[in-house]
C-alpha cells in the first residue's frame, strides 16, 4: 500500500516578543559620557570641552539626559552643572584631601562591608552610579568597595547574620537603585531572613536624576519586605527638584517609605541661606524630611568645592531663624575613627 502522506496542521513556535527595558534603564544606557556633547547641547564655550576632557580622563563624566535637562542652557555658572562637568582643578594635588578621605578602606569588614558605626553595616552591592557627581568622595574606591556580584551577596549576609549587634543594613555605592527591582528584591529577601535586623535603608541619587527610577517594582519590595524600608535621596540644589521628581518622591511617601534628604555643602552650588532654605522648605513641602547637609569629604579632585566650616555654621544658624526645627538638617562631617557623624552645628 503506498504510504499516505499526512499533512500537518501544527502552527509553527511562536516567540514572544522581547519586553522593552524600564525607561529608567533606557535613560542610563543613553547618558551623555562626552564632554563635547555635553557643551553643544548646553550652548557653552568649547573650551570648557577641551577642559572638561581631561578631567574626565581620571574621573570619566556621566549625567542621564533627565537631569540634564534642567541646567540652563549658555550658563556656564549653573549649579546643577558645576556638580557634573569635569573641571582640570580636579587634577590638582591639595594638602589634606585624599583618595579615601571618610576612612571606608580602614572600615571595610569585606569586600562590599563597611562597618564603621555601631549596630548598622554598610553594604556596597554595586560600584554603578546613575551620575558622576564631581565631589564623589568614592571617585577613587568604588571598585574596590564594591560587592559586585549576586553570588557575593550571599557570602555577605551570612557574614551579617553572624554578627546579632547588627540591626540595621545601609545599602550605598555606586548607587543601589542602579540594579534591577529583581535583583534588589532578592537581596532584600536574603537581609529580611536575617532575625536580628530590622531596617534596610537605601541611599541613592537615582529618583533626582531619574526620577523614572520610581517604579512599581520598586515600591513592591520596598513595601513588601519585613524590614522597615528607609530612603535618603542626594539632592543639593532647588532646581534639581522639577515636577517630574516631586512626583517621584512622592510616590514613595504615598507608599510609606520614609524618605529623608541628605545634601552636600558646595561652593558655588548651595553656599547661600537662601538657595539652602529654598531646598529645605521645598523638600519639606514634598513630605521629606531634610536630614543631613555633610561637610565636604576631602576627597583628593575635589578641593574646589569646599566651603569652610564657619561658613557652614553661619549658614545653618541663618536658615534655623527662617524655618521651622524639623525643616532644618544636621550640618555634619564624617570624621574616621568616629562612631557617628560628627556634628557642626
Excluded at 542610563?28 to 564632554?35: G, H, I, M, S, Y
Excluded at 528584591?185 to 537615582?206: C, D, E, G, K
Excluded at 576627597?299 to 569652610?308: C, D, L
Aim: aromatic share 4%; proline share 10%; charged share 25%.
Amino acid at each position: 500500500m503506498p504510504r499516505v502522506m499526512l499533512r500537518s496542521y501544527a502552527q509553527p513556535e511562536r516567540r514572544l516578543p522581547l519586553s522593552a527595558p524600564p525607561r529608567w534603564q533606557v535613560a542610563l544606557r543613553e547618558a551623555v559620557t562626552d564632554p563635547t556633547e555635553l557643551c553643544r547641547l548646553l550652548d557653552l564655550p568649547p573650551r570648557l570641552a577641551r577642559q572638561a576632557r581631561k578631567a574626565a580622563r581620571a574621573f570619566p563624566m556621566l549625567v542621564p539626559r533627565p537631569f540634564l535637562a534642567r541646567i540652563r542652557p549658555a550658563n556656564p555658572r549653573d549649579p546643577l552643572l558645576a556638580q557634573i562637568l569635569p573641571d582640570p582643578r580636579e587634577l590638582a594635588r591639595v594638602d589634606g584631601f585624599r583618595s579615601d578621605p571618610t576612612g571606608d578602606g580602614v572600615a571595610a569588614w569585606a569586600p562590599g562591608l563597611v562597618w564603621k558605626y555601631p549596630h548598622r553595616v554598610l553594604m556596597v552591592p554595586t560600584a554603578l552610579c546613575g551620575v558622576h557627581c564631581r565631589y564623589c568622595f568614592r571617585r577613587h574606591s568604588r571598585q574596590r568597595l564594591s560587592a559586585a556580584t549576586t553570588d557575593r551577596w550571599a557570602i555577605l549576609c551570612r557574614r551579617i547574620a553572624g554578627e546579632k549587634s547588627i540591626r540595621e543594613v545601609v545599602l550605598s555605592g555606586g548607587d543601589p537603585l542602579t540594579l534591577s527591582d529583581d535583583s534588589l528584591s532578592q537581596l532584600a529577601s536574603h537581609l529580611a531572613s536575617i532575625p536580628h535586623l530590622r531596617r534596610i535603608r537605601v541611599h541613592t541619587r537615582l529618583p533626582v536624576v531619574i526620577p523614572d527610577r520610581v517604579t512599581d517594582e520598586l515600591l513592591a519590595w520596598l513595601r513588601g519586605t519585613r524590614l522597615t524600608p528607609v530612603v535618603v535621596v542626594h539632592v543639593n540644589h532647588p532646581a534639581e527638584v522639577d515636577e517630574a521628581v516631586a512626583r517621584a518622591l512622592g510616590r514613595l511617601v504615598d507608599a510609606g517609605v520614609p524618605v529623608l534628604s541628605q545634601s552636600v555643602l558646595l561652593r558655588r552650588v548651595n553656599d547661600s541661606a537662601p538657595v539652602l532654605a529654598q531646598l529645605c522648605e521645598r523638600l519639606v513641602d514634598l513630605r521629606v524630611q531634610p536630614y543631613y547637609l555633610h561637610q565636604l569629604d576631602r576627597v583628593a579632585g575635589a578641593a574646589h568645592f569646599e566651603v569652610p566650616g564657619c561658613v557652614g555654621e553661619r549658614l545653618i544658624g541663618s536658615i534655623r531663624s527662617q524655618l521651622p526645627g524639623y525643616a532644618v538638617p544636621r550640618y555634619v562631617c564624617d570624621r574616621p575613627g568616629s562612631l557617628n557623624k560628627t556634628p557642626l552645628a
